[in-house]
């Protein structure tokens, strides 16, 4: 079994509860810290593809669900 880990963005100033929204064509429920905004969206990518590691100024999380394979 090989152990991965996966990181997302988390908006802290929002709670844990559930918003409804649109994702690749299909309604899904997501816990609203998990929504983050455009902007803070393209600082990661950006961060990402331009020095390869994860931007310090935004808050992540371990996405525990997708952990190991």
Same mark, same amino acid.
């Given at each position: $079994?090989?152990?991965? #880990?996966?990181?997302?963005i988390?908006? %802290?100033? &929002? %709670?844990?509860?559930?918003? =409804? #929204? !649109?994702?690749?064509?299909?309604?899904?429920n997501?816990?609203a810290?998990?929504? !983050?905004?455009?902007l803070?969206?393209?600082?990661a990518?950006? $961060?990402f =593809?331009e020095?390869? &590691?994860l931007?310090?100024?935004? =808050?992540?999380?371990?996405? &525990?669900?997708?952990? %190991? !394979?």
């Amino acid at each position: $079994m090989e152990i991965f #880990l996966f990181l997302r963005i988390a908006d %802290s100033a &929002k %709670s844990q509860q559930i918003d =409804t #929204l !649109v994702a690749g064509g299909q309604k899904g429920n997501y816990p609203a810290n998990q929504c !983050v905004d455009l902007l803070h969206c393209l600082l990661a990518a950006r $961060m990402f =593809t331009e020095a390869g &590691k994860l931007d310090d100024l935004l =808050t992540w999380e371990e996405d &525990k669900l997708l952990a %190991s !394979v």
